[in-house]
């Protein structure tokens, strides 16, 4: 096995190519977030990107898309904003991971999201969690909206009783799946960082980079790979948002955020259900909603897939002391997501402090 290290910007379009065969090849590498399209566009606001580029007999047949820093840890490319993270190769492929690692210069890499039966790094998985899916084509001839109706009849009828409520309180509800005017986009940062301030969240949209990032992939169109930002409105008023990447095959849900002084009628739960019926009908066959623990995942659910987290290393004194920092702090977190009991004290503390500060900076919109 050869492996080559090469930059992202400027990847020849043989390469390309070969990295959508590899993905095409394979459904568990069909997802958005595993095309060079997402890699080299966080290689325009990232430094320190690269993919390692693995070749049988001078054929490309895997590539790895990572960040590196000046002391040679590594992480999965876009970590903390991609929902599924993988050497995506060809069928039939394996590495030595230690060979790997050496190959990019790193003695650790770290992920989050890494899908199911990348078995070489296996050994380096310190943790599995749940990222619930929704298959849009349940089974020969039932739809997502035909099974979730009649696996949850009480809470889809609720469902149509609230946008009914509230087609007759604001406007006429319409749904647009993918809406080309850049402003709704705008609405939507503002929106989603109206709710991480009050939630006591990091908010993303404070970062230049994550900003310009979104608009740089909302104007990417091509087959593994396009932004699509879907709204619902009421009227001529949008109620709630959504902006996320999607394949020929796979969805990737990501940002969604609603207008807060309209949040009785569940625009979240409205967007989420429009947005399934309508990539369905666009020939998606399934929406990924990514790792987490919400109580609105486990009702639009079908099934559950398993992503890991880890850290690969090599023998390194860097590499060790990545982990003795590091490894603490995901138990810590971890622990207190698996644990209701935790988990929900934790957060009303984060909404307190959100308050708090979304009062002391003038209210939260």
């Known amino acids: 096995m050869d492996i080559t290290i090469h930059r992202l910007d400027g990847l020849s379009p043989s390469l390309r190519a070969a990295w959508h065969r590899a993905m095409d090849e394979s459904p568990r590498f069909a997802n958005p977030f595993l095309a060079p399209e997402f890699a080299m566009g966080i290689a325009r606001h990232r430094g320190g990107t690269r993919v390692a580029v693995l070749r049988e007999k001078g054929e490309a047949v895997g590539f790895l898309p990572f960040e590196r820093n000046a002391f040679g840890v590594g992480r999965a490319i876009g970590l903390g904003l991609s929902d599924c993270q993988a050497l995506v190769h060809r069928p039939g492929i394996t590495w030595n991971p230690h060979a790997l690692l050496r190959a990019c210069g790193l003695s650790v890499f770290e992920f989050d999201h890494l899908v199911e039966d990348q078995k070489p790094f296996g050994a380096y998985v310190t943790g599995t969690f749940s990222s619930p899916v929704l298959d849009l084509k349940v089974g020969e001839e039932e739809t997502y909206a035909e099974w979730l109706r009649s696996a949850y009849p009480g809470q889809a009828k609720t469902m149509l009783k609230k946008e009914r409520r509230l087609s007759r309180d604001i406007g006429e509800t319409r749904f647009v799946y993918d809406e080309r005017d850049p402003r709704l986009l705008h609405t939507l940062m503002r929106w989603k960082s109206a709710q991480y301030r009050r939630t006591g969240r990091m908010d993303r949209f404070a970062k230049p980079w994550i900003v310009d990032l979104v608009h740089d992939f909302f104007e990417v169109r091509e087959d593994h790979f396009t932004g699509v930002l879907s709204v619902v409105y009421a009227g001529d008023?949008?109620?709630?948002?959504?902006?996320?990447?999607?394949?020929?095959?796979?969805?990737?849900?990501?940002?969604?955020?609603?207008?807060?002084?309209?949040?009785?009628?569940?625009?979240?739960?409205?967007?989420?259900?429009?947005?399934?019926?309508?990539?369905?009908?666009?020939?998606?066959?399934?929406?990924?909603?990514?790792?987490?623990?919400?109580?609105?995942?486990?009702?639009?659910?079908?099934?559950?897939?398993?992503?890991?987290?880890?850290?690969?290393?090599?023998?390194?004194?860097?590499?060790?002391?990545?982990?003795?920092?590091?490894?603490?702090?995901?138990?810590?977190?971890?622990?207190?997501?698996?644990?209701?009991?935790?988990?929900?004290?934790?957060?009303?503390?984060?909404?307190?402090?959100?308050?708090?500060?979304?009062?002391?900076?003038?209210?939260?919109?």
């Open 237 to 365: 008023r949008p109620v709630a948002a959504h902006f996320g990447p999607t394949s020929s095959t796979v969805f990737a849900a990501w940002f969604t955020a609603y207008d807060p002084e309209l949040s009785y009628y569940s625009p979240g739960l409205m967007m989420h259900l429009r947005m399934a019926e309508a990539a369905g009908r666009d020939g998606v066959r399934l929406m990924d909603m990514g790792r987490g623990d919400k109580e609105y995942k486990d009702w639009l659910k079908t099934r559950e897939l398993r992503v890991g987290e880890g850290f690969a290393t090599r023998p390194h004194p860097v590499a060790a002391a990545h982990r003795l920092w590091r490894r603490p702090v995901r138990g810590l977190r971890n622990t207190v997501l698996a644990h209701p009991r935790l988990r929900e004290p934790a957060d009303r503390l984060l909404k307190t402090v959100g308050t708090m500060r979304t009062s002391r900076h003038g209210g939260g919109r």
